[in-house]
């Protein structure tokens, strides 16, 4: 009988702990997250610009340059999407479509990536400040290394194309100061 309560105290002791212990899926996770940030790209769990969505998603986002903001668009894929939304390319569709077209250097690496981001990346957007993909991380961090390249290829060409100026418009004088 003695044994008995040791064996379940034991067990009341270390069952808390088991669950502290990260799964196998988590495991993964950090290895592809601590992975990612080292490639300069910025990982947070945040709520995804999806409708009726609730809780939060990864955000994988690469920084425009401070003086050189990006256009605003959001591409939403069909799964995810309402038909009433117009069909971009290979399952997508615009949810915001840029103000102005896309530079050619960017559509190249942009479809590249439509056709091969894997079934649970929902959305790719790009504010004036970042380029983001929504995805649920399905994939190895070697894996996901394979679309680094063409990610920095479209953050390279589409910086610069902001939708809104960055400048300040020149102010003229409405009368000029006369030197005596």
């Known amino acids: 009988m003695d044994w008995l309560i040791i064996v379940f105290i034991l ?25 990612i940030a080292k490639q300069g ?13 609730k809780g939060l998603m990864p955000a994988y986002r690469w920084r425009y340059p401070h003086d050189q903001q990006g256009p605003d668009f959001l591409l939403v894929r069909d ?9 971009y390319y290979a399952g997508w569709r615009w949810r915001i479509a840029p103000l102005r077209p896309l530079p050619e250097a960017a559509i190249k690496p942009l479809k590249s990536l439509l056709e091969r ?27 996901f290394t394979t679309y680094l390249p063409e990610f920095q290829q479209l953050r390279d060409a589409l910086q610069g194309c902001a939708d ?8 003229v004088n409405e009368r000029p100061q006369r030197r005596y």
Do not use: C, G, Y
């Open 164 to 171: 809104l100026p960055t400048k300040k418009p020149l102010v």
């Open 11 to 35: 067990m009341f002791v270390i069952t808390p702990v088991m669950w502290l212990k990260p799964n196998p899926r988590q495991k993964r996770q950090q290895t592809l997250r601590s992975h």
């Open 79 to 87: 799964s995810h999407a309402s038909e009433a939304l117009e069909p």
């Open 117 to 143: 981001l894997p079934q649970d990346a929902l959305v790719v957007q790009s504010t004036s400040h970042t380029l983001t993909l929504w995805w649920w991380e399905s994939q190895t961090a070697e894996r």
């Open 41 to 53: 790209v910025a990982i947070k769990m945040e709520k995804p610009p999806l409708h009726h969505f």
